[in-house]
């Protein structure tokens, strides 16, 4: 071969492989005002979900889908998505296989603004996956890729698949409402031909009689499906919204009145209906506080929040249901629920109450709050007896002692509520109002134009890019001393939003009626789940405590242990607690098989065991190597004794508990204050078995206080006595 036919061949080649390449458009941009007046200072895809960044999970997605080439198109904040991506060590490093570039046009106010630029920098030559920016799915999008390839090389008109997902009908209006559709398929064409997302009270279904024929098939209408808001896209699709100007929604100008009903070119769109994986938005307040449950739930696994895919956390799981990261701290007196996240350097008073909430980091809580089904941002700080209900309060907000949220309350950055003052339900208070209305109707712009210029009449014009002006206070809304004023949705907001985090006053029957529905669907799934669950926790138990029982007999090292314990985590989705009990409970099991049930041996060979005499493994290391969140893991850990001592299989070892507790603790698996704390947790539990436990373990809990107590004392003669000779030095 000539060495010009080479170079043609190679040159080929590259462009083949560079066609291959799986490129992405997230359009971080939802061109709606839902979240407002949050989205007013920070983008959609920055607002953090359970402490993670939501872009982080659209960029997950599409890295699992073995997308290379991502591109984010932003119309407002797009310096600070560009500083996140930048900053980024998983995303922002050259040496990561995905790459991700920021595409920015200020003066967009639709999808079809975004997608004919994205057509004009013609970055975009093959297939395609569309998708908003604030899905959260775990769909594996490969296959659904490979599929649509398929069906376009048989039928070139082919112009997009779009991913729907199979839905409980009740539990839809937990979602968007324009995610939930009505659709109407031909099973034998496996064409999509009818699209309806804008419902009203009563349907009215108007298909032509000649679709019927054009198919030759029965058509399947599905009103269970939920519009994910993912599609595979052929490089026509931009081509179409370029001849097409007036072209702005995806859904609604695109798809329903023109591709399904365009006569002289026959398009066709594949619906792809999942069954099996987990997709939704973060549409609004609702979708939000939904999804952020539903991820504290594990509906989203892998990704899980103790999975830290992000890199940017370090939470790790505790019963019931929370998850905490390092450096919490907590009172000894807190009481934390179920269904809590905890961010790292929080810190919660004495007596406080958190329940069904989500905490950021840095977020300082006082003493007597109580704090139920809210979400609570970073760098928050809650002074003493404030109660706070059903409310989400952005970064940096500041609630003054004796103040109340009540349900439904949105703060926004930097908001201060002043001392003793009662926040009225469903009110969103801010800081920044926008100085362009951008996604505005044309006479709901011409409104706020009035409202705009009455408000803000130094200035000489309205500016066309968009930017956060700062308001006047008003104590009226936020009490004296505080920061923020009311801001009011658009008329057409506050009706579709209906739930405790919405903004629309409803009867107290409806909003029962409504919770209830909600709740049962949550008892549903969340029994369906604890099913698997429960079966995968005792398949793990069983053979986690298989494994270590063989470790120990066979006197593997640690390493190659804590290996074969992590493959078994991954392989049953379990968690570092799970790890840490099938630690102990195969140590004390194995402790009591071999001195053949004998307590006294039992506790000898368990000290033995865990220290490693006798130049063997000390399996103590390998407890620690699960333990090493801190106090609350140790705690845990100790209750997680209790829990295997009040069993049947345990029980018999009950009189030996103070035994396994002081080697815990003197081998330092256990520190003084898990101790203490772990104690001081129990005594008012409501189960006989457990206080007998803990009265045998009262005068070892005691005599670790007294040595506490002397330590300090220690500590402060050590202190007083440097004192005393740096005074002496100065005298000199």
Known sequence: MS????????????????????????????????????????????????????????????????????????????????????????????????????????????????????????????????????????????????????????NPQVLMTSVFRTCEVNSLSFYEDTDQVWVGLSPKNNQLIYYENDKKETMKLDIELKKFDEHHDNIEIRTDLMDCHIDICSPEVLGIFQDNFDFQDLRTDFLKNYVLTEEIVSYKVIPYIDKTFYSSRIANLRSYEVVSMDLLNRWLYPIAPDSNFSGTTTFRYSRPNNYFEDNVSLSRSCIIGENCMIGSGTSIGENSKINNTVIGKNVKIGSNVHIENSFIWDDVVIEDNVTIQSSLLCNDVKICQFATIEVGCVLSFNVVIGPGFVVKSNHRLTTKVANSDEFASDDEEEEEEEDYDEAFTSQNQKTKIFAAVSVQSDKNYVGEGGVGTLYVLPAYLSNSLLNRLGVKKVQIEDLERIE?????????????????????????????????????????????????????????????????????????????????????????????????????????????????????????????????????????????????????????????????DWYEENEDSEDEQVLELLKLCKDFVRSVEEGEDEEEEDEEEEDEEEDEEEDDDDDE
């Open 3 to 154: 060495q010009q036919k080479k170079e043609k061949s190679k040159k080929g080649a590259t462009n083949i492989k560079n066609e291959e390449t799986l490129k992405a458009i997230v359009l971080a941009d939802s061109f709606t005002k839902e979240l407002r007046p949050i989205t007013i200072q920070k983008p959609r895809s920055l607002l953090p979900l359970n402490n993670v960044p939501i872009i982080e999970y659209v960029l997950e997605l599409l890295a699992s889908s073995n997308v290379k080439e991502v591109y984010v198109f932003v119309c407002h904040g797009a310096d600070l998505i560009k500083a996140y991506i930048k900053n980024s060590k998983k995303w922002g490093s050259t040496q990561n296989e995905i790459k991700v570039e920021i595409i920015e046009a200020q003066t967009a106010t639709s999808i079809g603004d975004a997608l004919r630029l994205i057509h004009e920098m013609d970055i975009i030559r093959s297939d395609f996956v569309l998708v908003q920016g604030d899905v959260i799915s775990n769909i594996n999008l490969q296959p659904i890729v490979e599929q649509h390839k398929l069906e376009r090389k048989n």
């Open 516 to 676: 209830m529905e909600r709740e049962k669907q949550y008892e549903l799934r969340s029994m369906e789940h604890k099913t698997k669950e429960t079966k995968d926790s005792a398949v793990f138990s069983d053979e986690a405590v298989a494994s270590i029982k063989r470790a120990i007999i066979e006197n593997h090292s640690i390493d190659n242990a804590k290996l074969e314990l992590n493959s078994l985590k991954f392989a049953y989705d379990s968690s570092f607690e799970d790890c840490s009990f099938a630690i102990l409970t195969s140590i004390i099991s194995y402790c009591d098989e071999t001195s053949n049930s004998d307590p006294t041996q039992t506790v000898a060979l368990f000290k033995e065991i865990l220290s490693g005499e006798d130049d063997k493994t000390a399996w103590k290391d390998l407890l620690i190597e699960f333990l090493d969140t801190g106090k609350r893991a140790e705690i845990e850990l100790l209750n997680d004794l209790l829990f295997y001592l009040t069993s049947p299989e345990g029980s018999k070892l009950s009189s030996c508990t103070r035994y396994f507790v002081q080697i815990l603790h003197f081998e330092e698996v256990v520190s003084d204050d898990a101790v203490i």
